[in-house]
């Protein structure tokens, strides 16, 4: 029975050519489409639920709900702590993140920069899976002054040769290389290439880090069997980190992220790797499942348009004894094996796609068939063949007999109905998925061009520097005068394109502001950046008592509107010459007002903040050089040279503030190209399946045309006779599609401190949009048909 349900369907779709194309064409695009999708949604859920017992996994954040600002890291003195205080921690483990300039090691007399270096407990192997290749991770992890290096990294500090037993200086003594372990997976949060132990950093006298319970710089995680037991811990751990660190002020708030949903939903600073976006990947599945349901929508169309030409085939098999099922079940098996067809069709068209998908979504994807997603196209094809199929088997089996082989068959309103419907939900799709890429693309471009109270362009920024160029004042500033090209020049603690990191409690005007943001700054701040100074001055080299001074305690400041605002300054003028306390005994005289800045990238308020000119908090400063217009190469390699000169040892990493500027945004930009890729498909599939649908609409309607334009219808007036209701459905979609996209794009631009607003004449166009192109397609069958010729059409009559 199933070899001849095979046999009769291969047959039917052998006679049915334009059928076959346009359903093997829409199905085989849709499952595509579905398949890239579902392959970069895959790997965004798989992240970390490799590691052993990952369910019960949790990394401790702090949140410091004043400032606005969450950290992945805490002290590594609560690692211990936890376990000890609190029974339903089983066990944690903690990674030191090592970043520049401490992680600068010698090999040799090359100084290289450790990407991915953490300074881990032994039980770092419990919590994460290590796969060691050579040597021994666990003697790296329990003894001083080893080191483990990634394959890839042994590979790029030692080529080929085995790195076992070699040496490299870290903080002034030799770091021996114990073992040697293979990368981890892409779908890992950890982006760790380098790992030693913690007695490594007591044996370097770096105690006061470990020990300090406000120095915040260890990944710490915690195994809690009880997922119901979290809230009460995270209340816990919250207390014991202000009562340890901040004096037992309510500072911050702990909260325990799930390893498992690290990657999507944790974007904070200071994170091993650039996450994804649960976002993202929500409007993935959203592209697969209306692209493949406007896919299946053009099957049951295509179907039920030609059901009155398959009408006599029923009638003739039931006559002969075919129960319904057995009907049922031979159109479900066509269903099925178009749907195979596409399916293989579909697995070129990825192959062929992936490539260019990969440099798209910045993934290394590969279609594995013998894998979880390989495995389920077998049941995909089952799924889409019976999603499809369903529907015209079960509507094309319920013909009468009798009626259809004596031509009295009155085709059902309810076919019609349904056809008009899907028509209406592929349009609806298409123009909501228009609205959105309209409102996407326009906040992306808002948010690259809005004022950021900056200038990025032409600025060289030098990064992880030591914190000591704030001391080198004279001999710093003799080096780069002799960088030809650079115009300006400053030191701060970290460039605009960051968001703040460090906070103080500022005294002025009578005003107590807590939580002001604090950048350090060197000279010339002002040029550098191109600041709006809105009053007052630059910090300037002929004004050297303005530099902080260690036995005073006082330095020179410039504040931004909102500070200035905030310490209840009715003019930013008013400011100029106030004294500011900012706490330890330091005193800061306001010496310039500059217009707020856009730091980061647009998902934060503005926030009160004040540079300080040669007072620092941080391990690491950035250089930054506004250059002239020449031969930017040269520029760069004399910087470099001048700088080395300076710090000899230290990897100098020279790139561009608009670089930087852009790279915050890349997540944006995949969620653009997404969109608008996936959207074009969903769009081109709706037209294929309004192709189809006009084909047989002129095919059904030959006489009915010929008529007409033997009394006089004009080629224009029948072209509009048979678009019409094709456009009436198109409209009628918007009806849908308007409310929908809206509060959609409302939502997703809610995350934004900064927003666009919605454009109501979006919606008119993207309509209109769809509606040009729906004509269009029908516009071309419509006219063949209406350049006919009468005669051929009523010779018989």
């Known amino acids: 029975m199933l070899n001849n349900y095979l046999r009769t369907a291969a047959r039917a779709l052998a006679k049915q050519k334009l059928h076959l194309g346009l359903n093997l064409f829409g199905l085989s695009v849709g499952l595509a489409a579905t398949l890239l999708i579902l392959l970069w949604v895959s790997q965004e859920l798989s992240f970390d639920r490799m590691q052993p017992k990952a369910a019960q996994t949790y990394r401790v954040s702090q949140e410091f709900v004043e400032m606005g600002v969450s950290v992945p890291v805490i002290s590594p003195v609560f690692a211990d702590k936890l376990v000890a205080n609190f029974p339903q921690v089983a066990a944690s483990t ?28 032994p039980r770092l192997t419990d919590f994460f899976a290590f796969n060691a290749l050579e040597g021994s991770l666990a003697e790296v992890l329990a003894s001083p002054n080893k080191l483990a290096l990634s394959s890839r990294q042994a590979k790029r500090l030692f080529g080929q040769a085995s790195p076992l037993g070699r040496q490299l200086l870290w903080q002034g003594q030799p770091l021996t290389v114990a ?148 009907l049922v079940a031979q159109f479900l098996t066509e269903s099925v094996l178009l749907t195979a067809l596409a399916t293989l069709l579909a697995c070129v068209w990825v192959e062929l796609s992936l490539p260019a998908f990969n440099q798209m979504m910045n993934s290394q994807l590969v279609l594995d068939y013998s894998g979880p997603l390989g495995l389920m196209l077998p049941a995909l094809v089952l799924l889409v063949g019976l999603l499809a199929g369903a529907y015209p088997a079960f509507y094309l089996s319920a013909f009468n007999p009798a009626k259809v082989l004596s031509g009295d068959l009155i085709r059902g309103q309810g076919s019609i109905r349904l056809r008009k419907g899907l028509v209406w939900l592929q349009s609806a799709i298409s123009i909501g998925l228009l609205v959105c890429t ?64 460090i906070f103080r409690t500022v005294t002025s005007n009578g005003q107590k502001m807590e939580f002001v943001g604090m950048v350090g700054a060197g000279f010339d701040l002002v040029k550098t950046l191109d600041l709006k100074l809105l009053a007052g001055r630059d910090f300037e080299r002929r004004f050297q008592g303005d530099w902080y001074n260690k036995d005073s305690h006082s330095l020179a400041v410039i504040i931004n ?41 647009n998902t934060e308020a503005v926030k009160p903040m004040f540079f300080a000119l040669g007072l620092t908090n941080s391990v690491s400063v950035e250089l930054l050089a506004r250059f002239e217009d020449r031969k930017v190469p040269a520029l760069v390699d004399n910087l470099t040279v001048q700088l080395q000169r300076l710090l000899p040892g230290q990897v100098i990493d020279i790139g561009f503030l608009d670089s930087q500027f852009q790279a915050l945004f890349d997540q944006q930009r995949r969620q653009q190209r997404l969109l608008l890729s996936f959207s074009s498909l969903a769009i081109l599939l709706t037209c294929v399946g309004l ?60 995350h934004f401190a900064e927003r666009i607003s919605l454009q109501p ?17 029908v516009a071309v069958l419509a006219l063949k048909a209406a350049s006919a010729k009468p005669a051929l059409a009523l010779r018989y009559e």
């Open 761 to 777: 004449l979006w919606f008119p166009l993207a309509t209109a949009a769809m509606m040009l192109l729906a004509g269009a397609t």
């Open 179 to 326: 073992a040697v372990f293979a990368d981890l997976p892409e779908n890992s949060h950890l982006g760790v290439d380098a790992v030693t132990g913690l007695a490594s950093m007591r044996a370097r006298g770096l105690d006061s880090m470990l020990d300090n319970p406000a120095m915040n710089f260890s990944f710490t995680y915690l195994r809690v069997p009880d997922p119901k037991a979290v809230p009460a811990l995270e209340q816990g751990i919250t207390d014991l980190i202000n009562g340890l660190a901040y004096d037992g002020q309510k500072i911050v708030r702990a909260k325990l992220r799930p390893l498992t949903d690290i990657h999507l939903h944790s974007q904070q600073l200071v994170e091993m790797k650039t996450n994804g976006s649960a976002q993202s990947v929500w409007m993935g599945m959203g592209l697969a499942a209306f692209i493949l349901l406007v896919a299946c929508f053009n099957f049951i169309n295509l179907a039920t348009a030609r059901s009155g030409l398959r009408a006599k085939e029923v009638g003739v098999r039931k006559a002969l004894g075919a129960s319904r099922g057995q």
């Open 438 to 501: 309209c409102a996407l693309y326009t906040q992306l471009q808002y948010n690259q061009s809005r004022p950021l109270g900056y200038g990025k362009d032409q600025v060289l920024v030098a990064k992880d520097l030591p914190a000591k160029l704030y001391e080198m004042g004279d001999r710093l500033a003799g080096q780069l005068d002799k960088v030809s090209g650079v115009r300006n020049w400053t030191i701060v603690d970290h460039n605009p394109t960051e968001g703040l990191r």
């Open 94 to 121: 903690q990674l030191g993140h090592i970043q520049s300039p401490m992680n600068t090691v010698t090999l040799g007399t090359e100084p290289y920069n450790l990407n991915g270096f953490v300074a881990a407990d």
């Open 561 to 601: 509107r909102q500070a200035s605002l905030q310490a209840g300054f009715a003019s930013p003028r008013d400011a100029l010459g106030q004294d500011w306390l900012l706490g330890d005994n330091q005193h800061g005289k306001v010496v310039g007002v500059v217009e707020n800045l856009k730091l980061g990238a």
């Open 691 to 750: 192709f189809g649908l006009a084909a047989f609409s002129c095919e059904r309607r030959t006489k009915e045309i010929a008529v007409r334009k033997v009394l006089g219808a004009s080629r224009g007036q029948l072209v509009a006779l048979i678009g019409r209701e094709f456009l009436a459905l198109v409209l009628a979609g918007s009806l849908l599609a308007w409310p929908l996209s809206w509060w959609a794009m409302n939502d997703w631009l809610g």
